[in-house]
């Protein structure tokens, strides 16, 4: 049996606010609630990233959510897909440049799929959820890393320790 | 061979505990060992030889020199309170005095064996040389952790093993003026224990612990002096076989004292102030063993009792305690005071069940009287470990203590899973307790609520323990003394054994000593299944669960490959979050109101005596 | 229950309640005018947590979670083969233990707070449960479910009451709202179950199914020998629960255990008391 097959028939989400202006994390939840109802998909919002396979990200990641959103990111279990909800989150959106934002999530973590809009409509977002689906399925059990605030990744025998994967801010110099 | 078994097990203990008080340092450690177990192995024997009951005959001597005794410890108890300058100890004092005058001005001879050596007495003998020898012996390691003079080491030590005689002789006497001597014996142990330390605590709670556990007398000889006032002989044999009434008020009497001795409420006081002693001290008197009396009277009384208005207040009394014992440890915060609460909790229980007084309600009770005492001595003594090795006292310093102390830790476990979960012995005592006790649906419901309380009890205190530091990687094994390390495993495996021969274990162990006395509690057992007339115990079910409580140490040594490691979930932040136990603070108000139905209950088992006695 | 039907049963087990799990997600949703997930929905989510790469906090972890799953399917074992209903009680508090001392065993204020929670939750619900045993003792003299089966008048008339207490306490039992505390998602994010990941997840996730089953197959008890009225009753209180479940909010646990132990114990105790003087 290829049990790759069933990783879209059911995934998992972790919805993650970067800092956005909360536009987009409404249109998420309205995903959520009855009139779009994507657990007929078999989409569940755990909030828990260990038991999620999508990670929903939207906002510019202000500086103070940094080292969170990594550490969330590497907290997923492998594979894993990440989807940037709303232009903020693609690109900084009506952010970009400020002093106090990253100008959008691919500039820490690898992201599969980009859902533009500012709000981004639900429609849209059930579609980015879906093409990152179609990723996820190919997607192998190595560990995917972040671009910024990297940490070590020790191995010892077999087994691998990710505890400090994801570094803080204040562990670099800043 | 019994008659001299008895004699050995009885007065054994006394020489054996001057000879390892007068040993020279080097040899002391051996002869404890060698003097518990030889008392075991006498023990043993005696349970294996013992085919019906055996009288003994004590020379006629022997009743002058139990009442110089008896004048002796009142005198003694008396001085303490007049140097401690403690009226209510005076008091007591003279009160006992004056009753035993009168006892013994009345007293006409009669031609009763003052021991009788009966099945019950020579189970209860297995527990009290088994786990208190065991004691003992850890005891020599423990005390090397104290500040005292190697000299007091050593009389810390023989008095424990001469202890273990009075135990011996309490269980066999027939004689109630015997037994009430020994019951005042097992009160100065106590007495000169708890006040071990000498420090200000140890003093205040050994005149605690001595003027409540006189009043236990006052009430015992209260109870001799009604068997006395209809010309009865002393004896128990005698109470059991007279049906009328005032044999009732008097064993309300003697109950009564008796549940002062298992710390009943509202006397739960003085066994919490009794945690202040060694430990030694709190796993042999204050759990195991002593406090057993109260259990132990009632069964022995139980019979007489069975369907009078004294057996239900007594078992409602029982049930009280069970659930009031267990919410209050909820509560508390020192592992020996809960230890404590939940050794006092249990006896309710156990009085409960022999209050009931069915064939299987007594099986139920013995069950539990030797299945707890032995994981309670196992806990108390882990208590001890910790306490000296690693210095944690309270539940709060224990957190994460798996990765300083597994081994420990491991076996606090166990006791208490040997406690409140299947297959153990306890466990299935309480199930048997739950299968009699059902005739009557508000006994049971006080079993149902204490039983899942206790549980909650354990299951808080061993997860704050197993409270694992996420960043360290292993085990520290750690280094016990090997005293400490073989005393306790010993009984780790005990109970691990009898978990899995549970079946054979009620009905070779417990079965015959209730048989006597209360035939047809109907258990039985076909290879490892056991049987009882309401629900059997399937093999697969006990192995089954056997199994996997036994996989949970083995998995905690075998660690996984091939799966990464990862940081708790901590919202994305990376703070070190340092969890802390739930508490329960039982609002005072409650707390009184226990102590006051307590007291209620109390006064009406007295009561109930009085007017017995009069009807 | 006992004999061939109930060994298989024994061995269908989380078959049987993966599909009342997809069941229950199914009704929910349409409760709520929702179209749902697919019935085999459970099976999905179990393949997929298969593929996960596997991770642990540490590893008594991740085997406590394992040894969670196989104590319920001994409870579940003992119940459907007709054993004592108290040991069946106690196999499930057994089973129980694994999972709160799991959630201590890791240092995460989500997880321990779950753990608490769990014990207060069996504080809510475990009386009751052994109250019916009792009471299924008073009728039939023996506490062997087998027994039960075997009545030819339905414990349900004369156990009302503990079959109300036992309703009342049910939501306790299955985490659902309001006595949900245990679990408590977007609060404490599952409580005990947080830091599991991928298989360990799967073995908690099964156990559920099998927590289902059970508490379910307890139901089907009431019915003694007639065991369709049995299972039209859990069929009734399977709704009865997930309505509940979608119109209540949380209550905090001393809500919880003084709304449960205090309605449902009184109840019990009365119909016990009731039976006991017939
Ligand atoms: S894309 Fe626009 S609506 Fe969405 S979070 Fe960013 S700023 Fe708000």
């Not at chain 2, 009389?155 to 006497?173: D, K």
């Not at chain 2, 109970?495 to 209360?518: C, G, M, N, R």
């Amino acid at each position: 049996m290829r049990l790759e097959r069933f990783r879209k028939k059911s995934p998992w989400i972790l919805h993650y606010n970067a800092g956005s202006c909360n536009g987009c994390d409404i249109e998420i939840l309205a995903c959520l609630a009855p009139r779009y109802d994507v657990e007929r998909l078999g989409i569940l919002n755990r909030g828990n990233p260990k038991q999620a396979d999508i990670l929903l990200v939207t906002g510019p990641v202000t500086h103070r959510s940094r080292d969170r959103l990594v550490e969330l990111y590497t907290q997923m279990a492998e594979p894993k897909v990440v989807v940037a909800v709303g232009s903020c989150t693609c690109s900084g959106g009506i952010f970009r440049h400020m002093y106090h934002v990253g100008d959008g999530v691919d500039q820490f973590i690898p992201v599969d799929s980009y859902v533009a809009g500012c709000a981004a409509r639900p429609e849209q977002i059930i579609e980015g959820v879906a093409r990152a689906l179609e990723i996820l399925e190919h997607k192998s059990h190595e560990i995917e890393r972040p671009f910024q605030l990297r940490g070590p990744l020790y191995c010892s025998g077999e087994q691998t320790i990710r505890r400090q994967m994801a570094a803080k801010v204040s562990d670099e110099t800043n | 061979m019994i008659e001299n078994l008895t004699l050995f097990l009885i007065l054994g203990p006394a020489l054996l505990a001057l000879v390892v008080y007068g040993a020279p340092r080097r040899l002391y450690g051996p002869l404890v060992v060698l003097s518990s177990a030889l008392l075991f192995s006498a023990a043993l024997l005696a349970w294996l030889l013992h085919a019906q009951s055996v009288a003994i005959a004590l020379p006629a001597w022997t009743h002058a020199a139990i009442v110089l005794l008896d004048f002796a410890l009142i005198g003694y108890f008396l001085w303490v309170g007049v140097r401690q300058n403690h009226r209510l100890i005076v008091l007591l004092a003279l009160l006992q005095g004056a009753l035993l005058g009168w006892v013994l001005y009345a007293l006409s001879a009669a031609p009763l064996a003052e021991i009788v050596v009966d099945k019950l007495g020579a189970t209860l003998w297995l527990l009290v040389t088994g786990v208190g020898g065991l004691i003992a012996w850890y005891a020599v390691g423990y005390m090397r952790h104290e500040s005292d003079s190697p000299r007091r080491q050593q009389a810390f030590v023989a008095i424990l093993i001469a202890f273990l005689g009075v135990m011996n002789a309490l269980f066999v006497a027939d004689s109630i003026e015997l037994f009430f001597l020994l019951f005042e014996l097992t009160t100065l142990s106590s007495f000169i224990l708890i006040g071990w330390r000498r420090d200000a605590a140890s003093r205040l709670s050994s005149l605690q612990a001595l003027w409540m556990n006189q009043l236990g007398g006052v009430l015992l000889l209260l109870g001799m002096g009604v068997i006395i006032w209809q010309g009865a002989p002393l004896f128990f044999s005698a109470l059991l076989e007279s049906q009328s009434g005032w044999a009732l008020g008097a064993a309300a009497f003697l109950i009564a004292g008796a549940l002062i001795k298992g710390a009943q409420m509202p006397f739960d006081r003085w066994l919490l102030g009794a945690m202040v002693a060694p430990t030694p001290v709190s796993a042999i008197l204050h759990s195991s063993t002593m406090v057993k009396i109260a259990p132990f009277m009632v069964l022995k009384l139980g019979v007489l009792l069975h369907g009078t208005p004294l057996a239900v207040a007594v078992a409602y009394f029982g049930g009280f305690v069970f659930v009031a014992g267990a919410f209050v440890a909820l509560a508390r915060n020192h592992l020996k005071e809960i230890l404590a609460y939940s050794t006092i909790s249990l006896l309710g229980l156990m009085v409960m069940l022999s209050a009931v007084a069915t064939p299987l309600a007594l099986s139920a009770a013995l069950t539990l009287i030797l299945f707890h005492g032995v994981a309670k001595a196992m806990l108390f003594m882990e208590a001890g470990v910790l306490e000296k090795l690693h210095h944690a006292k309270s539940v709060d310093e224990m957190g994460g203590m798996l990765s300083r102390a597994p081994m420990s830790v491991f076996l606090v476990l166990l006791g208490f899973a040997s406690i409140t979960l299947p297959p153990f012995g306890a466990l299935v005592g309480k199930w048997v307790a739950i299968e009699a006790s059902a005739q009557s649906a508000f006994l049971f419901l006080f079993v149902a609520l204490g039983s899942v309380v206790i549980a909650l009890l354990y299951f808080k205190v061993a997860g704050y323990m197993l409270g694992k530091p996420g960043s360290q990687m292993g085990l520290t094994i750690e280094r016990i003394p090997r005293v400490f390390s073989v005393t306790t495993l010993l009984l780790g495996v005990t109970l691990a054994l009898s978990a899995i021969l549970i079946a054979p274990t009620l009905v070779y162990l417990i079965v015959p000593a209730i048989e006597p006395f209360a035939p047809g509690s109907e258990i039985a057992h076909k290879g490892l299944t056991l049987m009882l007339p309401s629900g059997d115990l399937p093999f697969w079910q006990i192995v089954g669960a056997w199994l996997l409580l036994l996989l949970l140490p083995l998995a905690g040594l075998k660690r996984m490959r091939r799966v990464d490691r990862v940081r708790e979930y901590s919202g994305g932040e990376r703070i070190e979050m340092q969890p802390v136990t739930f508490y329960f603070p039982t609002p005072r108000w409650i707390v009184r109101a226990m102590a006051i139905i307590g007291a209620i209950f109390f006064g009406l088992i007295v009561l109930l005596g009085g007017v017995l006695w009069v009807a | 229950m006992g004999g061939v039907v109930g060994w298989l049963l024994i061995l269908l087990a989380p078959l049987i309640g993966g599909v009342l799990y997809g069941m229950e997600r199914k009704l929910k949703a349409r409760m709520q005018r929702r179209a749902g997930p697919p019935l085999m929905q459970p099976f999905y989510d179990f393949f997929k947590l298969i593929d996960k790469r596997p991770m642990v906090v540490h590893s008594l972890h991740g085997y406590l979670g394992i040894l969670h799953f196989l104590g319920m399917w001994l409870a579940l074992a003992v119940l459907l083969s007709g054993g004592d209903l108290l040991m069946v009680i106690f196999m499930h508090l057994l089973a129980n233990s694994f999972l709160i001392v799991a959630a201590f065993s890791v240092r995460s204020v989500y997880s321990q707070l779950g753990g608490m929670r769990q014990l207060l939750a069996i504080l809510a619900y475990e009386p009751i449960f052994l109250l019916a045993g009792v009471g299924f003792y008073f009728l039939s003299g023996s506490f062997e479910a087998k027994a039960v089966f075997e009545l030819s008048s339905a414990p349900l008339w004369a156990m009302w009451g503990i079959v109300i207490a036992i309703i009342i306490v049910m939501p306790a039992k299955l985490k659902k709202s309001p006595f949900d505390m245990a679990e408590a998602h977007q609060e404490i994010i599952g409580g005990a179950e947080i830091e599991y990941s991928g298989l360990f997840y799967e073995a908690l996730y099964t156990a559920r199914w099998l927590e289902y089953l059970f508490a379910y197959a307890f139901i089907v008890l009431f019915g003694g020998a007639n065991w369709l009225l049995g299972l039209a009753l859990a069929a009734v209180v399977f709704l009865l629960v997930t309505l509940v479940d979608n119109a209540t909010t949380r209550l905090n646990w001393q809500q919880t255990v003084a709304i449960t132990l205090g309605l449902s114990l009184p109840l019990g105790a009365i119909n016990l008391l009731l039976i006991g003087i017939q």
